[in-house]
C-alpha cells in the first residue's frame, strides 16, 4: 500500500511564494529576463528562524506558476557576506544579470558593505548559478556621516545614468537614503543624501519614531512622478511608507527627492520590506510577511514567512498610492464564483478571491467560533472599512485592535481579499492595503456571510492550469 499523501498544513499559504521549508523574509532582486520572472528572498535553508542568510530563488513565467531553484547566494567563509546575504536587486549590466547585495561579516553591527555577484551563463533563462565578486564594491558607508545603519542597495537609472540608493540610520537617530553615481557597477560614488527624517513631508507621513529606513525602493509613476518606498525602523511591529515626488537634479549633478505626498504603504501588522520591480506601463511589488504567532508554533510547523502577492504600484494625480493586485492572479480562480451576492453564509475554502462592492453600511463576515468573529465592515458614507481579527490574539508583534482604514466618501466603497490560509491581503478602493496573518483555531467556521446591501463574488483559489 502506498504511503498516504502528507497533510496539508492549513496555516501555510499555497499560492504566494514561500520555500519548501525553514526562513524566508525579504523579497529581494525582482526581475524579468528572457521571459521569466525571477524573485529571490532571504532564506535561512537550515532552520525556521532568522539566521544564516542565503538568497533563495524562484522564477515563473506568468506570476502564478512558481518554479523553485537552488539557492542563488550564499555567504562565503572568509569573504565580506560571511554571516550572511542580505537584502539587495538585480540589474541588467551589459547584458549579465547582477545582484547588487548587502554582505554582512561577524562584526557587522548594522554596517554592511555593498557586493556584486554575476549570472554564470546570461542565456539561462531560470539563471542557476550566481559567480560574487570577492571584494565588495563599497566597504561601508561614506565617512564623515556617522551612520550606524548601512545596508539594501536598489539600482535605478534616471536621465541617462544609473543610480544607487541605501538605506541609513545616523548616530543622532535621523533616518535617510543615501545617493551613490553607478554608471560602472564596480565604480560607486557618494552622491549625498537623497531625503531624511527631517523633510517636512516625510515626517508628517511617517512621524518621528524610524530610527532607520531600510530598503529603499523607487519607481516611476504613470504620471511622471517618482514613488520612494521605505521600511520604517520604528518599533513592533515595524511599519512601511511612500512618498510621492519629484527627482530634481543638483548643482553637481546629484540628485533630491521633492516629495509632495506621503503616507502608510500597508495599514496592516504583518508586512514589511517590499521590493519593486519597474516594468514597461507598470511597476510589480512583492512584501514580506512574517509570522504573527509563538516561537513554539512556528519551530513546530518548520516553516516561517512567506511573500506577499504581486502587487501593482502607481500614483494618481494628487500623489496618493493606487495599488490593485495584479492582474496575472485571476489565474488562480476556479471554473467559477462559489458566492455572487450577501444574505446567505457560505462554506470558505482555503485559499479564495473575495471582491465586495457596498452601497450602505455593510458587514462581511469570514471566521467566526462561539464568542467572536472576524469581520469587515464598510460604509461609503463614512469612507471607511474597518478590519476586526480582534478575537484572534498575536504573539510576537503587539496589537490584535481593528484596524481602520479611511478613504473618499461616496455613493459606494469596494475592498478585494485575497485570503490564502492565514495570510489576508487587503485592498480597499484601489488606494490602500491591509496585509495581516490570522490562524484558525479548532473550532473555527470559515463561512463567508454579507449583510447589507452589497454586490459579492467570491472565488476559490486553485492551482492554476498549465499551458
Known sequence: MSPAAPVPDPDAPRFRVRPPANWINDPNGPFHWRGRHHLFYQHNPAAPVHADVHWGHVSSPDLV???????????TPGGPDEAGCWSGCVVDDGGVPTAVYTGVDHAHTGLGTICLARAADPADDRLLTWRPLPIPVVPGPPPGLDVV??????????????WALVGAGHADGTPSVLLYGCDELTDWRFAGILLDGHDPVAAGAFGDKAVGWECPQLF????????????????????????????????????????????????????????????????????????ARDEAAVLAAGWAGTLTAPRVVDARPDGTLRVVPAPELELLRADGPFATGPGRAVPLPPAY???????????????????????????????????????????????????????????????????????????????????????????????????????????????????
Do not use: K
Not at 65 to 75: C, D, G, K, N, R
Not at 149 to 162: E, I, L, N, T
Open 220 to 291: 516611476e509613476t504613470s504620471g511622471g512622478d517618482h514613488v520612494l518606498v521605505v521600511s520604517l525602523w520604528d518599533g513592533n511591529p515595524r511599519t512601511t511608507g511612500y512618498l510621492t515626488g519629484g527627482l530634481e537634479a543638483g548643482g553637481q549633478g546629484e540628485l533630491t527627492l521633492v516629495p509632495r505626498a506621503g503616507g502608510r504603504l500597508d495599514h496592516g501588522r504583518d508586512f514589511y520590506a517590499p521590493a519593486v520591480l519597474q516594468e514597461p506601463g507598470r511597476a510589480l511589488m512583492w512584501g514580506w510577511s512574517w509570522e
Open 65 to 75: 506558476h512558481w518554479e523553485h531553484h537552488p539557492i542563488a547566494l550564499a555567504p
Open 353 to 467: 478571491d473575495l471582491t465586495v462592492t457596498a452601497y450602505g453600511a455593510t458587514t462581511v463576515t469570514l471566521l467566526r467560533a462561539a464568542d467572536r468573529a472576524l469581520t469587515l465592515r464598510l460604509d461609503p458614507d463614512a469612507g471607511t472599512v474597518v478590519l476586526d481579527r480582534s478575537g484572534w490574539p498575536r504573539a510576537g508583534v503587539e496589537g490584535s485592535a481593528p484596524v481602520t482604514v479611511g478613504v473618499p466618501a461616496g455613493p459606494d466603497l469596494s475592498v478585494r481579499l485575497l485570503a490564502d490560509c492565514s495570510l489576508l491581503e487587503l485592498f480597499v478602493a484601489d488606494r490602500a492595503t491591509v496585509t495581516e496573518r490570522v490562524y484558525r483555531r479548532p473550532g473555527d467556521v470559515a463561512e463567508l456571510l454579507v449583510e447589507g446591501d452589497a454586490e459579492v463574488s467570491a472565488w476559490e483559489q486553485v492551482p492554476p492550469r498549465h499551458g
Open 149 to 162: 545603519m548601512f545596508r539594501d542597495p536598489f539600482v535605478f537609472r534616471h536621465a541617462g545614468r544609473r
